[in-house]
């Protein structure tokens, strides 16, 4: 090397000018020196000039001097050529510095240095890929748009560079030492990915994961962008890497720029559908697995079969296969490897082309756990999906996933969901997610079959349903962490079947309690779908197992109980069957308590009663039983002994209870066969309004008049002198019913007992005096003990313009 300066004082100058074709001159002269010096092999003198670039341009104080040295280093590169590998440490270093300088103009010839400089090294550049994209990330939400311009201009030609050969393109200097082994791969990456390669998708990976928090609008674009630019390169596998950047994607769905939110609406729907491919080609895979070692039994079962004919021995039932087909699944204590089974994907025997999908490593496990605080958006969409795809996965994260599903079956989305669409579709996702996840528990076994003993019964043909034994959750539980260590020990990755676990008891995945906790806080939400959801699942979870939840002393019968003061009838009802249903698979203890405290609830919120027309229904149950049941034939006997103090006290108490139901009071006075109050209650029948439910009772009513219990009805009509009153009732009702049936039964009994002569006998209308009822015998006890029944009819009207008020507030609130 000769003595002197690098680069003579004219370049220097022409370096530092203000003016860019000067500097460009300069740079130029630059070329051609670098170029001379490489072709006689001077790389000492090369790494001088190169060195005085740096130090005295590229890292100086004049923003011109900076300039000039970014299009000096570029004009090097150029020079080099193809030897500009060797020269890459000392030339990109000082190029990514002037990224962030505070001179936009700087910031704009560091992007152009850059692109001459990648142009030429290609995927040499590639060993600075962390480098370069953190520094374009920066510059994608620059201020100054010549910058950004720049940097979407390097931008395209590194990702040209990357789509053609992060997969193959190895650095010149691996040979030479001047690179080692990708000592930091994953050691959850996939089989596909590179090794050794200029670019390392387990190197960039981390940077992603810092980056992908980025608030700014124009710096996610560029994310996602490079995202589904990686994704797109079959050979890398970026699916393999999802957990590591999932929580900051689904971040930018609430992005206030639609650009951003549809482009990770995009890259998402990529990855859930390179996930479910997966799925599918591993599931493949152990098809053909079972199949290969079902067939090879075969082999060995006849070989051996053939043995023992041709030694004369007896072959034992335990050691030939026969129609049922045993496949042992312990093999000295431990169980069949169907990954081991399964053909090998690092063999490399030849056998068929590469398969997308396969080999791809999938941990389930944890990006359910990272789609857990995002289940209000688009995350429904996958955790959907992954129901489908890990059931076994998803079973121990039900508590979480019913906390999120539930309240969004009728949320009012705020943000993300800005067009009516997109609004449906989450909606109809959340609804999805919750009837997939309802019938995945609902399938889901409480506990093993006892008799389980590690071994498989097949049928002697291979059939569909034999090869589904392994299912897709199954497969993807081979590459699936459970989230705690508890889980480890309860799995059969392979079979997906329940293990033992410590205490050598079968172990449920499925946490009753917990998700019953979360249930039951679900009853607490404002919106009605929840509730009603909330319940359903608890019906079902009691079906399931009885003896497990919703004990009498667990803390959920007060919830359950004040559930029913809940507005929505659909929610009461529910909860009206629930309580049903574990009073009748509990002891009695349950239901009395239950009773007890219902009382008491009625009792302190008389709206209930008010609001629901309870009482009106309760008391037309009591009154069906109270007719009907064989055990209160003595009940009805004392009712028609109203000339006895008894039956006058137990008439009056009845009377102003049945009140609060017009058909099952005047059934009562039939029953006691005071057919006169019957009549006068007839009368006021007009002033109600004739709802279907009422013309249903009367229906029930005029059957029930056929039945034994009111034979004695039915023969005192033979006898109009005495009971002129019964005909009016019985002609009363006739005229309230519709033509219809009982219309038709009714009108047939009154005919066939009648004559013409019978009607003149019951007496004119007049106000029921409290003398003026009856048959002659029971007329002087009521005189003299005077069943008040004037002040029954006034209390009869007056519940009854009660109800008709309550009727009308609900019709004004509804």
Not at 106 to 134: H, P, Q, T, W
Not at 181 to 202: C, G, K, Q
Not at 268 to 275: C, M, S, T
Not at 544 to 561: E, N, Q, S, V, Y
């Amino acid at each position: 090397m000769a003595d002197g300066p690098a680069l003579n004082a004219q370049i220097v100058r022409g370096l530092q000018d203000r003016l860019y074709d000067k500097r460009k001159a300069a740079a130029l002269d630059v070329e051609k020196l670098i170029k001379d010096h490489a072709g006689s092999k001077d790389v000492e003198r090369v790494r001088g000039i190169l060195d005085t670039l740096v130090q005295e341009f590229a890292y100086s104080v004049n923003a011109n001097a900076r300039n000039g040295g970014l299009i000096a280093l570029a004009a090097a590169s150029i020079a080099l050529g193809q030897d500009v590998a060797a020269y890459l440490d000392d030339i990109v270093p000082p190029v990514l510095a002037c990224f962030a300088d505070q001179d936009s103009r700087v910031r704009y010839y560091a992007c152009e240095s850059m692109y001459n400089i990648a142009k030429v090294a290609k995927g040499e550049i590639l060993r600075y890929f962390n480098e370069v994209f953190d520094a374009m990330s920066k510059l994608a939400a620059d201020p100054e748009l010549s910058v950004k311009n720049g940097a979407e201009l390097l931008d395209r030609l590194i990702k040209d560079i990357v789509a053609e050969q992060s997969t193959t393109y190895v650095s010149i200097l691996v040979s030479s030492g001047g690179m080692g082994d990708d000592t930091d791969i994953n050691s959850t990456a996939p089989i596909s990915t590179p090794r050794n390669t200029a670019f390392s998708l387990p190197r960039f990976i981390p940077l992603l994961s810092e980056r992908i928090h980025v608030k700014n609008p124009f710096t996610r674009n560029f994310l996602v962008s490079w995202i589904t630019v990686l994704d797109s390169i079959p050979d890398l596998e970026l699916v393999s890497f999802l957990p590591d950047f999932l929580d900051g994607l689904l971040n930018f769905l609430s992005d206030q720029n639609k650009d951003v939110r549809y482009a990770t609406l995009t890259v998402l729907a990529n990855f859930l559908a390179e996930i479910r491919e997966a799925v599918e080609v591993r599931e493949q895979q152990k098809t053909q697995a079972m199949k290969s070692y079902y067939v090879e039994q075969q082999r060995k079962t006849a070989t051996a079969s053939e043995t023992a004919s041709d030694a004369g021995e007896s072959v034992k039932d335990g050691d030939i296969l026969e129609e049922g087909l045993l496949i042992k699944a312990s093999v000295d204590g431990n169980e069949i490897n169907w990954d081991a089974v399964s053909i090998n994907e690092s063999e490399g025997k030849g056998r068929g082309s590469w398969v997308p999908g396969q080999g791809v490593v999938i941990n389930y496990t944890r990006i359910v756990q990272i789609l857990m605080p995002h289940l209000s958006s688009q995350a429904l969409r996958w955790i959907n999906e992954f129901i489908l795809l890990a059931k076994e996965v998803i079973v121990p994260f039900t508590p979480q996933l019913i906390a999120a599903i539930l309240p969004s079956l009728a949320h009012s989305i705020l943000h993300i969901l800005f067009a009516l669409n997109i609004k449906i579709l989450r909606l109809n996702s959340a609804v999805e997610a919750n009837l997939n996840l309802y019938k995945l528990i609902f399938d889901t076994p409480t506990t093993p079959p006892p008799a389980y003993s590690g071994i498989k019964e097949v049928s002697s043909a291979p059939t569909p349903s034999m090869f589904s034994a392994v299912s897709l959750a199954a497969s993807a539980m081979i590459l699936a962490s459970p989230p705690n260590n508890e889980l480890t020990s309860q799995y059969s990755p392979q079979l997906g079947i329940i293990k033992e676990n410590n205490t050598g008891l079968l172990s449920d995945p499925f946490d009753y309690q917990l998700t019953v906790e979360a249930l039951m806080h679900q009853l607490m939400n404002d919106h009605e779908e929840t509730r009603v959801a909330s319940l359903e699942w608890l019906l079902m979870l009691h079906k399931k197992a009885p003896k497990k939840i919703l004990a009498i002393d667990d803390g959920t019968f007060p919830a359950l109980l004040k559930t029913l003061s809940d507005s929505s009838e659909e929610v009461v009802k529910r909860d009206l069957q629930l309580l049903a249903q574990i009073s009748s698979n509990s002891e009695d203890e349950y239901f009395t308590r239950f009773m007890v405290d219902l009382l008491k609830l009625f009792s302190t919120d008389r709206r209930l009663l008010e609001s629901r027309e309870f009482a009106s229904t309760m008391v037309q149950n009591l009154n069906i039983i109270l007719i009907t049941s064989p055990e209160l034939s003595g009940l009805r006997k004392r009712l028609k002994s109203l000339e006895t103090k008894d039956g006058q006290t137990l008439f009056t108490v009845l009377y102003k209870s049945w009140s609060h139901n017009p058909v099952s009071t005047f059934s009562l006075c039939l029953l006691a066969q005071a057919y006169e109050q019957a009549a006068n209650l007839l009368q006021s029948f007009a002033e109600l309004d004739i709802t279907v439910n009422l013309l249903i009772q009367i229906d029930k009513l005029v059957q029930l008049l056929e039945s034994p219990v009111f034979t004695y009805l039915r023969l005192q009509l033979l006898e109009p002198e005495k009971h002129p009153h019964l005909f009016k009732c019985l002609y009363g009702v006739l005229m309230l019913l519709p033509q219809s049936s009982a219309f038709a039964t009714l009108r047939n009994r009154l005919n066939s007992v009648s004559s013409m002569g019978f009607l003149h006998l019951i007496p004119k209308t007049n106000p029921p005096p409290d003398t003026k009822s009856r048959s002659s015998k029971t007329a002087a006890v009521v005189k003299e003990d005077g069943i008040k029944w004037q002040e029954l009819l006034i209390h009869f009207r007056a519940v009854q313009a009660k109800h008709e008020k309550s009727r009308k507030q609900c019709d004004y609130f509804y």
